[in-house]
């Protein structure tokens, strides 16, 4: 029996926990994310010699619940063709059994590990998020699992939405997926790819599940009351980025200035009205409002005083208020003294 | 024990040790005594160096004496798998052992490891030192440095029963590049390419990736086996495979 090296055998633990990619395009280079479903891996395709991500169910059965519902994100990414949606490349099945898709590899960080360091960069910021979040919804998907983790700042400074794992899908789009269509870029290369049947359809989203991340999670999926889901489930979740996005320190010299928080507090705290009906009825109306905040107009969830409205609308226009200022005393300085 | 044919499925077996250590049967009782000696010798040696501070002489007497307890006294007849890890009782049965012998005054010399396997106690201190000339690699403890040996008994005997599985399958090529890939030939050296080793085995880039997937399915097969007779019970072996493979059960 050979004597193991502390440096063999953490490369031995390493290697062994590569994914079988024996006979596919695919050649494991080292472990990413462990998600609920399953692991992520840096891949490199050999075909293309590019650096892809391997999304890999870790069980080892292309049935199942978990394997329907991988099968399910992989639909629903390629029906979701947008800049702020990451691509998917490919899907099937591994040699020892392991559903899988394959999508672009994103270099950059996550909202969680890294924010931008002024406040209107964050709001702006999440305009961006709100984007694809738009298109998702208008093709039928609520993401279900919006949060600061499932955000990447890529290395352009592009904003992708990852994980689509608990993705709600509507009947409109629902009809779409069982089709075959020619725009869905997904080869099953190796074993058939476990096709979402009515039945698998069905645990994602059944009612009384409690899918999502605390925090992040609307009243009605922390409920499991899954006829309420839509879209203003993710308007909820982007609220609650709002307020992480606020809470997060700015740095010194960034909080230093003076921002009028109430009219974000009131943005977010609609976003994240416990009844559906209360909140903004789109991710859009939610974006235009932060919008209005950052040109300075009024928004829409917050009743202005006299006071604050003054004030707002001196920072809108400080330069004329000065100027206007400054035109009214020398003015007045002038009929003083030629009255004296 | 049987191996499966596919995937990362525990194995089929639900040998344990521990039943067999159990068992009426002498000859099974005797095979799986040697199956724990052969596994526990090493972590156990290591850990009275370290522990309890015994010199080489010692150690190798406590050692011996430890696996005859284990025999005469029944020791692992008062394990109860419900209560925590098997290795984790027979690291208390060490401490208690040592404890009872310093308290007496009294240690027994009879030597004569119960194992028919060669035990080469000059290996193990020859360890000892490579450990101490690396304290950066050296374990918090030496509860965490015993634990440490377990797992790397577990993979050096996995990959002993791996390299006998490629030979006798007439697939040494396989456990060759696995053996230069992922082991001890190449030990801190930069690791080679696939394309290299396709060159030195004369192999395709695409035979170096499928040979290389074979011998670690292979060998996730031999450490789960491994793990499945020294874990006391079906929620350890699992835990363990977990936290060592990163394997989930079905």
Not at chain 1, 123 to 130: E, H, K, S
Not at chain 1, 278 to 295: C, I, K, N, T
Not at chain 2, 199 to 214: E, G, H, I, P, R
């Amino acid at each position: 029996m050979r004597w193991l090296s502390d440096h063999v055998l953490s490369q031995l633990q390493a290697s062994v926990q590569l994914p079988d990619l024996a006979g596919t395009r695919y050649r494991a280079v080292r472990f990413l994310a462990r998600g609920g479903m399953g692991t992520v891996w840096l891949a490199e395709d050999a075909v293309l010699g590019r650096a892809v991500a391997l999304k890999i169910l870790e069980l080892d059965t292309a049935s199942g619940e978990l394997a329907a519902r991988l099968s399910r994100e992989a639909m629903v990414l390629a029906h979701l063709e947008h800049p702020g949606i990451v691509p998917i490349h490919d899907a099937g099945t591994l040699p020892d059994g392991k559903p899988f898709y394959c999508m672009k590899y994103v270099q950059g960080q996550s909202l969680d590990q890294s924010l931008p360091p002024t406040l209107p960069e964050r709001l702006r910021l999440l305009q961006r998020i709100a984007e694809p979040l738009a298109f998702a919804h208008s093709r039928g998907i609520v993401h279900r699992d919006l949060k600061p983790g499932n955000i990447m700042v890529g290395a352009f400074g592009e904003v992708l939405i990852m994980d689509w794992g608990l993705a709600k899908i509507t009947k409109i789009t629902e009809d779409a997926l069982h089709k075959p269509d020619t725009s869905l870029s997904i080869v099953a290369e190796h074993r058939p790819w476990p096709s979402p049947t009515p039945s698998d359809e069905v645990p994602p989203t059944a009612h009384g599940r409690i899918l999502g991340t605390p925090g992040y999670m609307s009243p009605e999926q922390a409920r499991g009351d899954s006829g309420l889901i839509d879209e203003r489930t993710d308007v909820y979740a982007l609220g609650a980025i709002l307020r992480f996005m606020m809470t997060v320190k700015l740095p010194k010299k960034e909080a230093s200035r003076a921002f009028n928080l109430r009219p974000l507090n009131a943005i977010s705290e609609k976003a994240m009205t416990a009844d559906p009906v209360q909140r903004y009825s789109s991710v859009q109306e939610l974006s235009a409002d932060v919008g209005r905040y950052l040109q300075g107009d009024p928004i829409v969830a917050y009743q202005e005083g006299v006071i604050e409205r003054a004030l707002r609308l001196y920072a809108r226009h400080r330069t004329a208020v000065v100027l206007v200022l400054a035109y009214l005393i020398m003015r007045a300085l002038f009929i003083l003294f030629s009255r004296q | 024990m049987a191996l499966e044919a596919q995937g990362d499925v525990f194995p089929a077996t639900r040998y344990s040790v521990i039943s067999a250590a159990r068992s009426g049967d002498p000859t099974e009782r005797s095979q799986a005594i040697d199956a724990i000696t052969t596994f526990y010798w090493k972590p156990v040696y290591k850990y009275v160096r370290l522990r309890w501070s015994l010199d080489a002489e010692d150690a190798r007497d406590f050692t011996q004496d430890f696996f005859l307890h284990l025999i005469e006294k029944d020791f692992l007849e008062s394990y109860d798998p419900s209560k925590g890890r098997l290795r984790t009782f027979l690291r208390t049965c060490i401490d208690r052992l040592f404890l009872n012998q310093s308290r007496d005054a009294h240690r027994l010399k009879r030597g004569g490891v119960p194992a028919r396997q060669a035990i080469d106690f000059d290996e193990a201190e020859r360890e000892l030192s490579q450990m101490v000339q690396q304290p950066s690699s050296s374990p918090a403890s030496p509860e965490d440095y015993f634990e440490k040996e377990w797992v790397r008994t577990l993979f050096a005997l996995a990959v002993e029963q791996l390299r006998l599985h490629c030979e006798s399958a007439g697939k040494l090529v396989h456990f060759e590049l696995f053996a230069g890939y992922d082991l001890y030939l190449y030990d801190h050296q930069p690791k080679p390419s696939y394309a290299s080793l396709a060159a030195k085995f004369n192999l395709s880039v695409t035979d170096v990736t499928n040979y290389l997937a074979f011998a670690r399915r292979e060998f996730r097969r031999c450490v789960l086996q491994k793990l499945r007779e020294m874990t006391g019970s079906e929620e350890e072996f699992r835990r363990e495979a977990q936290s060592l493979l990163g394997v989930q059960p079905k």
